[in-house]
């Protein structure tokens, strides 16, 4: 039962153009989306989130975009740049009984063509 | 100066073993988390510590056991290992169980059982 899933498990972008990777979920008790970098044998680290409550939020180069009548968010990234290149984690939070739980799609490795 | 630190970073034992990862995180934060990623990339929340207390505790066999010396330490013994409990354990925190907060992750313990 996967209630975020990225279909694309890649995606190659050319520097300086824009890198949209994308997300869907199932769950409308989700009341906050998030996205996530990975490098190799490092942590997840945050990127932007955005509250359900909105449909668009931007911090630089970074902007997500939710459409919650289609239960989907994407990630905007522009220009991309070489750094960019990693494993991008969509995660959606929920209440559980109360306290906040994450759950993560299976991410889309991101690959910046210089 | 690391955020979310977790011992060891690579752990290679046999199966039947017992064995313990250790997370500690210096950023004050109430909220612990032990995270699976198995080979399919899937990132699962485990377990959710708040002021030392247990919050969640998704369907994990009780082989695992989180242990929260104090709020700063959530440790992750694992008894009995078996073939399956190969994985990357990430530890993460974050300032409160509530909606949005990002959670910081630390750099992961790779499991690998034979």
């Known amino acids: 039962d996967q209630q975020v899933k990225q279909n694309s498990p890649s995606l190659s972008v050319q520097e300086g153009r824009i890198s949209i990777l994308n997300c869907d979920y199932t769950n409308s008790m989700f009341d906050y989306f998030l996205w996530y970098k990975k490098y190799p044998a490092e942590g997840p680290t945050f990127l932007i989130s955005?509250?359900?409550?909105?449909d668009k939020n931007e911090d630089g180069r970074f902007t997500v975009f939710l459409n919650k009548s289609a239960k989907h968010l994407s990630l905007h990234i522009v220009p991309s740049q070489p750094g960019d290149s990693a494993v991008y984690f969509c995660a959606a939070s929920a209440r559980d009984f109360g306290n906040e739980k994450l759950t993560f799609g299976t991410g889309t490795r991101l690959t910046i063509i210089p | 100066d690391t955020a979310v630190s977790q011992t060891p970073k690579y752990l290679v034992t046999q199966m039947g073993n017992d064995k313990s990862i250790k997370c500690e995180q210096n950023?004050?934060?109430?909220?612990m988390y032990w995270y699976k990623q198995d080979s399919k990339k899937f990132l699962k929340i485990m377990f959710s510590y708040n002021n030392k207390e247990l919050i969640i505790n998704e369907t994990v066999p009780n082989r695992f056991s989180p242990k929260s010396p104090d709020k700063a330490h959530l440790n992750l013994h694992i008894n009995s290992l078996e073939l399956g409990d190969s994985a990357v354990y990430f530890c993460?925190?974050?300032?409160?169980?509530?909606?949005?907060?990002?959670?910081?992750f630390g750099p992961g313990t790779r499991l690998t059982v034979l």
């Open positions: 955005i509250s359900s409550i909105k």
């Open positions: 993460a925190s974050s300032p409160t169980s509530g909606s949005g907060h990002e959670q910081f």
């Open positions: 950023l004050g934060h109430d909220t």
